[in-house]
C-alpha cells in the first residue's frame, strides 16, 4: 500500500489537531473568560453612556471616538484571551508529544514530520482563528445592542485579529520544537506581552518627538508583527470620521488605544512572510529533533 499524500496527512493532522483541541481544558477556560468578558461589557457599556449623560453628555463625534477607545480596550482584552489560548495549545504541538511518545509512534509510519507539524500548525490557526471571529463577533454584536455603535471596518478589524493568532501560534509552534510546552507556552505570552509594551513605548516616543524612543515601536512590529496588527485592527474599529475630528489630541497624548493609520500593503506583506519563514524554521527544527 503506497503512502498518503502529503496534502492529504496535513489535512487529516489538521481535522485531528482541531478535535483535540476542542477536547483541552484550556478551551473551557477561554470560553469563561470570553463569557465573563462579553458580561462585562454588556454591563459596562450602559453604565458609561449613563455616566456620559449625567456628565453633560458628549458630542456625537466625541461619543463615537469614546465608544471606539472602550471597544479597542475590550478587544484588547479578548485579544490577550486569544493569545493565553493559542500559546498554551501551541505548546504541547511537539514538545509534548515528544515527551509522551505519542510522536514516535506516529512518525514510526511512512509520515513527513513536516507534513505533521504542518497539519497541527493548520489546525490550531483553523481553530484560533475562528474563535476569534466568533467571539470578536459577538462582542461587537454586544457594544451594538447596548450603545448602537458598529466599527466602520468590522470584517477588516477581526481578520487583523485572526492574523494576531495566527502569528502568536507560528511563534508557539516553533518554540514548542526546541523547549518544553510550559516554557514555549509561557515565552509566547511573554513575547506578546513585551511586544504591546514596545509599541506603547513608541507610542509615547512619537507624542515627545523623540525618534529614538519612537523607533522601540516600529522595530518590534517588525521582529513580532503581533502589535503591528493589533494597531491595524484597533483603526479599522475606531470611527474615521471621529478619529479625524477629535483624535488628533488623543493620539498625540500616547492613546494606547487609538490608531492614526490603517496598516500598508507592504506591511501586511511583511506579516505573510514572517509567518512563512518562522514555520519554516519550526519544520526544520522539527526535522533535527531526537525523538
Same mark, same amino acid.
Given at each position: 500500500?503506497?503512502?498518503?499524500?502529503?496534502?492529504?496527512?496535513?489535512?487529516?493532522?489538521?481535522?485531528?489537531?482541531?478535535?483535540?483541541?476542542?477536547?483541552?481544558?484550556?478551551?473551557?477556560?477561554?470560553?469563561?473568560?470570553?463569557?465573563?468578558?462579553?458580561?462585562?461589557?454588556?454591563?459596562?457599556?450602559?453604565?458609561?453612556?449613563?455616566?456620559?449623560?449625567?456628565?453633560?453628555?458628549?458630542?456625537?463625534?466625541?461619543?463615537?471616538?469614546?465608544?471606539?477607545?472602550?471597544?479597542?480596550?475590550?478587544?484588547?482584552?479578548?485579544?490577550?484571551? /486569544?493569545? &493565553?489560548? *493559542?500559546?498554551?495549545?501551541?505548546?504541547? %504541538? !511537539?514538545?509534548?508529544?515528544?515527551? $509522551? +511518545?505519542? =510522536?514516535?509512534?506516529?512518525?514510526?509510519?511512512?509520515?513527513?514530520?513536516?507534513?505533521?507539524?504542518?497539519?497541527?500548525?493548520?489546525?490550531?490557526?483553523?481553530?484560533?482563528?475562528?474563535?476569534?471571529?466568533?467571539?470578536?463577533?459577538?462582542?461587537?454584536?454586544?457594544?451594538?445592542?447596548?450603545?448602537?455603535?458598529?466599527?466602520?471596518?468590522?470584517?477588516?478589524?477581526?481578520?487583523?485579529?485572526?492574523?494576531?493568532? /495566527?502569528? &502568536?501560534? *507560528?511563534?508557539?509552534?516553533?518554540?514548542? %520544537? !526546541?523547549?518544553?510546552?510550559?516554557? $514555549? +507556552?509561557? =515565552?509566547?505570552?511573554?513575547?506578546?506581552?513585551?511586544?504591546?509594551?514596545?509599541?506603547?513605548?513608541?507610542?509615547?516616543?512619537?507624542?515627545?518627538?523623540?525618534?529614538?524612543?519612537?523607533?522601540?515601536?516600529?522595530?518590534?512590529?517588525?521582529?513580532?508583527?503581533?502589535?503591528?496588527?493589533?494597531?491595524?485592527?484597533?483603526?479599522?474599529?475606531?470611527?474615521?470620521?471621529?478619529?479625524?475630528?477629535?483624535?488628533?489630541? /488623543?493620539?498625540?497624548?500616547?492613546?494606547?488605544?487609538?490608531?492614526?493609520?490603517?496598516?500598508?500593503?507592504?506591511?501586511?506583506?511583511?506579516?505573510?512572510?514572517?509567518?512563512?519563514?518562522?514555520?519554516?524554521?519550526?519544520?526544520?527544527?522539527?526535522?533535527?529533533?531526537?525523538?
Amino acid at each position: 500500500m503506497s503512502a498518503p499524500g502529503r496534502p492529504a496527512v496535513v489535512l487529516t493532522i489538521a481535522a485531528l489537531t482541531v478535535r483535540e483541541a476542542v477536547r483541552r481544558r484550556v478551551l473551557r477556560a477561554v470560553l469563561g473568560l470570553t463569557v465573563a468578558l462579553l458580561v462585562i461589557t454588556a454591563l459596562g457599556f450602559p453604565a458609561l453612556d449613563a455616566a456620559e449623560a449625567d456628565s453633560g453628555g458628549l458630542t456625537t463625534g466625541e461619543g463615537r471616538l469614546v465608544a471606539g477607545i472602550v471597544l479597542n480596550l475590550v478587544l484588547f482584552g479578548l485579544s490577550l484571551i /486569544a493569545a &493565553l489560548g *493559542t500559546a498554551f495549545l501551541a505548546g504541547p %504541538t !511537539v514538545s509534548g508529544e515528544v515527551e $509522551s +511518545g505519542t =510522536a514516535l509512534a506516529v512518525l514510526a509510519r511512512p509520515v513527513h514530520r513536516s507534513a505533521v507539524l504542518l497539519g497541527k500548525w493548520l489546525g490550531l490557526a483553523v481553530f484560533g482563528c475562528g474563535f476569534v471571529a466568533v467571539a470578536g463577533s459577538a462582542q461587537l454584536l454586544v457594544v451594538l445592542a447596548t450603545v448602537g455603535y458598529w466599527p466602520p471596518h468590522a470584517a477588516a478589524g477581526l481578520a487583523l485579529l485572526a492574523g494576531q493568532t /495566527a502569528v &502568536l501560534l *507560528t511563534l508557539g509552534v516553533l518554540l514548542s %520544537t !526546541v523547549t518544553s510546552p510550559l516554557a $514555549s +507556552g509561557v =515565552a509566547a505570552v511573554g513575547l506578546f506581552g513585551a511586544t504591546w509594551i514596545a509599541g506603547v513605548v513608541g507610542g509615547l516616543g512619537v507624542s515627545l518627538r523623540s525618534d529614538a524612543v519612537a523607533a522601540v515601536g516600529t522595530v518590534s512590529r517588525v521582529l513580532l508583527p503581533t502589535d503591528g496588527l493589533w494597531r491595524g485592527a484597533m483603526n479599522a474599529f475606531q470611527d474615521p470620521v471621529a478619529l479625524a475630528q477629535f483624535g488628533g489630541p /488623543a493620539i498625540e497624548g500616547g492613546v494606547p488605544f487609538l490608531s492614526e493609520a490603517p496598516l500598508s500593503g507592504a506591511y501586511l506583506a511583511w506579516v505573510a512572510v514572517w509567518v512563512v519563514a518562522v514555520l519554516a524554521l519550526a519544520v526544520v527544527a522539527f526535522q533535527r529533533r531526537d525523538l
